[in-house]
């Protein structure tokens, strides 16, 4: 089955470590993103790719960082940077022609 | 103004009942329309897929006006298991365009 697989699920991480999402995607889709969403808000964008080698920042960028070196990978680093990191990480990808957003299940991280 | 507008609710609604949730847009050059559910603490999942001639699956209608740029889910006959928040999904087509979201609708469904 095709879909957006994200790891670890729940992280939980000291003040100053930076830490790596995973997000990979047997879909075949050029587009993909990550957002984040606290509690009872909306999904705020971070940052989006929309084709290998080239990503964009999103709304809230501070503080992380991404990379596209392979169609089926979006991984992103919530960086020490990052003042108030925990939080809900969604990673999504678009189908080209429907525009319909596929979400993988999600990585929640916590700082302790 | 945002982008996407939609009212979060709570709506606070009893089973059977009958609830419509809007959500307005601005972006005019908009191609694709969607509603997401979204549970407690999980990742948004599909509902409904929007167009222009309007859709219905089940107890579900969605319908889109262009010319006053909103979008419209009408849930008939609620369950309480659609208890969740309801997200509004705004999308162009080809990768120029970044998907937008609303903030979500809250709806609680009480016995």
């Known amino acids: 089955d095709g879909g957006i697989t994200q790891s670890p699920k729940y992280l939980f991480r000291k003040e100053g470590q930076n830490v790596t999402l995973s997000c990979e995607q047997n879909l075949n889709h050029d587009a993909m993103y990550w957002y984040r969403q606290d509690p009872g808000q909306g999904l705020r964008l971070i940052y989006y790719s929309q084709i290998v080698n080239d990503f964009q920042k999103g709304d809230i960028a501070e503080g992380y960082s991404v990379s596209r070196e392979k169609k089926e990978s979006f991984p992103l680093t919530v960086t020490s940077a990052q003042k108030n990191p925990t939080a809900f990480y969604l990673c999504a990808s678009t189908h080209p022609f429907s525009g319909e957003l596929f979400f993988g299940e999600g990585s929640r991280l916590t700082v302790l | 103004r945002k982008e996407v507008e939609q009212d979060p609710g709570p709506f606070n609604v009893p089973e059977g009942a009958t609830v419509a949730f809007n959500c307005t847009y601005s972006n005019s050059a908009s191609q694709s329309f969607f509603w997401y559910r979204q549970d407690c603490r999980k990742e948004p999942k599909l509902l409904m897929s929007?167009?222009?001639s309007g859709n219905e699956d089940g107890r579900f209608t969605a319908q889109l006006n262009r010319a006053s740029q909103y979008i419209s889910l009408l849930i008939r006959d609620s369950k309480l298991s659609d208890s969740a928040t309801y997200l509004c999904v705004v999308n162009g087509r080809g990768g120029s365009y970044i998907p937008t979201f609303g903030r979500g609708t809250s709806l609680i469904v009480h016995p």
């Open positions: 929007v167009y222009s």
